[in-house]
């Protein structure tokens, strides 16, 4: 999977300038070593996930396989929209566009939620919604019960 960015203005304020150069495969690059582990949850050719862990503060980072928004943040709608999706906070989990990315295929997914899990996290981080700053690893095993 390779990515190539470059950040800009956006909304009036100014962006980092970041580039992105790497393809991420199984293994995290080298110069990240004993710093950062990664692994590639394969759903369909067009959305594979990675999973990033951060050793030295134990922390699981997460894109899209696990959303968990908070319903007084949303409108009435979202909170149907997200809820049929399987994304509300306290019983966020993978939402079922995600699911259905992976198919009947979820066995595929198992042992990349497997390795987070036995990483141990103390608390994951996630892109959309509120994260876990405890209970990492019960957390995963509950988001992650439709593999499991």
């Known amino acids: 999977m390779a990515a190539r960015a470059a950040g800009a203005k956006a909304g009036g304020r100014a962006a980092a300038k970041i580039r992105w150069d790497r393809d991420l495969g199984a293994q995290a690059p080298g110069d990240w070593a004993g710093q950062i582990d990664q692994v590639v949850a394969q759903g369909s050719r067009q959305h594979p996930e990675v999973a990033f862990f951060h050793r ?9 396989l696990i959303a968990n928004f908070e319903p007084e943040r949303l409108s009435f709608w979202q909170r149907r929209r997200l809820g049929m999706a399987g994304a509300l906070d306290p019983d966020g989990r993978t939402p079922a566009d995600i699911r259905a990315s992976f198919g ?17 996290p103390e608390r994951v981080i996630l892109a959309h919604g509120r994260w876990y700053d405890r209970d990492a690893v019960r957390e995963l095993r509950r988001a992650f019960r439709w593999v499991l």
Do not use: C, F, H, Q
């Open 56 to 64: 030295p503060s134990r922390t699981l980072i997460l894109t899209d």
């Open 104 to 120: 009947r295929g979820k066995a595929a997914l198992r042992p990349a939620v497997e390795r987070m899990i036995a990483w141990a």
